[in-house]
């Protein structure tokens, strides 16, 4: 039965070159991305970019190569303990090193586009989210609108009734009535504003949706990534400029303006009655719709307080990223990709770690002693080769020491001298014409 150690180390020579091969591949590969992800970060002209990357991409190419084939030949054979752990540390540190001359840049390679586009998806999310809170605090307005238009209606069916004498008692169109036209014609006039505010927000969010419909085709197009951030560059300035007028078509202030306006510039006009009576009535009749307009202005300046309190919408501004920088910040997102490209750079290791354990494994074991049936003609002829030269050596040994101690022969009886050890051993064409 052959030992496990001599089949551990037949097997590690001839799996030699494939190692290096291997080796070789992984290194060329991690070239080859490394080009792809740098060329990305480079400025200049065409031929600048190429030879920079080019250059940056085999020098990448051979440091991993000449790391790993150095690890392979060497950590293996290190046996003392303080040893293999400094061999551990270089190779932790190589790892390190060539993760961060390569390995980012491999991942910018296979997921550097899809990290732009998902940026470009998340930036569409929050400018959506930017625009319906900038057209809620813009519409929030309209609500005034009804409570406006009762109160106008409210004023005007009061004159109405007092031409009919209902308030003060005396048909007619006296101070009553005017004053009470007048309220009613200021609360339309402000009806109407808010109403036409509102055309012009439902205006502006079209537009602004537009822009969201033209960014949304480019994040999920399939042209270049570098036109396409562009593109969305361009749309999301003209957004912000739609939010901006959005806030600014808010007609919350103007109706806040008005009913204070309503309040505070109100002035009662003198009693217009021919008779005191009458005169009085008609001072009563006012100070009542000087009241009613006062309750009217704190209600509407209230709910215009309220819509102005709301923040203010502050929408990010658009940040163009190279694939390498959406890589390193949407890490979490692309772990395949990540794994993928270091695993190209630090497969190597794990060969490492298995010709660690072999050679361990035939040290232990320790390798069986040649024979002569396994042995190749090369290596028998350098056995007899090796077992002349000790011979000689002995020989020119016992030589040296003659003159100093002459050592007589003596023989045994019935012991025949011992043969010479050349006549033990038959000429290798000898032996095969002897076959």
């Known amino acids: 039965m052959v030992p496990s150690s001599l089949l551990l180390s037949r097997g590690v020579v001839r799996l030699e070159v494939m190692l290096k091969l291997t080796t070789a591949i992984l290194a060329v590969a991690a070239g080859v991305y490394t080009y792809l992800g740098v060329r990305d970060l480079l400025n200049g002209s065409a031929t600048t970019v190429f030879f920079a990357a080019l250059i940056y991409s085999v020098a990448v190419s051979v440091g991993i190569y000449a790391f790993w084939v150095f690890l392979m030949q060497f950590m293996p054979h290190v046996v003392d303990r303080a040893g293999r752990w400094l061999m551990f540390g270089c190779m932790l540190l190589g790892s390190l090193m060539i993760v961060a001359m390569s390995s980012w840049l491999n991942a910018s390679a296979l997921a550097g586009a899809a990290a732009i586009r998902q940026h470009l998806a998340i930036t569409v999310q929050d400018y959506t989210?930017?625009?319906?809170?900038?057209?809620?605090?813009?519409?929030?307005?309209?609500?005034?609108?009804p409570d406006i238009q009762i109160a106008a209606s409210r004023f005007a069916k009061l004159a109405e009734a007092e031409r009919a004498g209902s308030l003060t008692g005396t048909a007619g169109s006296g101070t009553v009535v005017q004053l009470l036209t007048q309220m009613s014609s200021q609360l339309d006039s402000l009806g109407k504003e808010v109403e036409a505010s509102g055309k012009r927000v439902t205006s502006l969010f079209e537009e602004g949706g537009k822009h969201l419909a033209r960014m949304r085709e480019l994040v999920s197009d399939r042209g270049p990534i570098s036109a396409r951030s562009d593109g969305f560059a361009t749309e999301s300035l003209a957004l912000m400029g739609v939010i901006a007028n959005l806030q600014q078509t808010s007609v919350a202030p103007?109706?806040?303006?008005?009913?204070?306006?309503?309040?505070?510039?109100?002035?009662?006009?003198?009693?217009?009655?021919?008779?005191?009576?009458?005169?009085?009535?008609?001072?009563?009749?006012?100070?009542?719709?000087?009241?009613?307009?006062?309750?009217?202005?704190?209600?509407l300046a209230a709910a215009a307080d309220?819509?102005?309190?709301?923040?203010?919408?502050?929408?990010?501004?658009?940040?163009?990223?190279?694939?390498a920088e959406a890589v390193l910040r949407y890490a979490g997102d692309f772990i395949p990709s990540w794994a993928g490209a270091i695993s190209i750079d630090l497969m190597p290791a794990v060969l490492v770690l298995i010709l660690c354990v072999v050679h361990a494994a035939i040290r232990r074991e320790g390798l069986p002693a040649a024979h002569a049936s396994s042995m190749t003609a090369a290596e028998l002829m350098a056995a007899l080769q090796m077992a002349r030269?000790?011979?000689?050596?002995s020989r020119n040994a016992g030589d040296g020491a003659a003159p100093f101690a002459p050592e007589r022969q003596t023989q045994v009886p019935g012991v025949e001298p011992a043969a010479a050890v050349d006549e033990n051993v038959t000429a290798l064409a000898s032996a095969r014409q002897a076959k």
């Not at 819509?307 to 502050?314: Q, T």
């Not at 030269?389 to 050596?393: D, L, R, T």
């Open 389 to 393: 030269e000790v011979e000689q050596a």
């Open 306 to 323: 309220a819509i102005l309190d709301r923040p203010k919408i502050e929408p990010a501004r658009f940040q163009a990223m190279s694939p």
């Open 129 to 145: 989210r930017d625009l319906d809170a900038a057209n809620t605090n813009a519409i929030a307005a309209q609500g005034l609108l």
């Open 254 to 299: 103007a109706v806040k303006r008005a009913a204070t306006s309503l309040s505070s510039s109100f002035i009662a006009p003198a009693a217009s009655g021919r008779n005191v009576d009458l005169a009085d009535r008609q001072t009563s009749v006012v100070g009542k719709v000087e009241g009613a307009v006062a309750a009217q202005a704190a209600s």
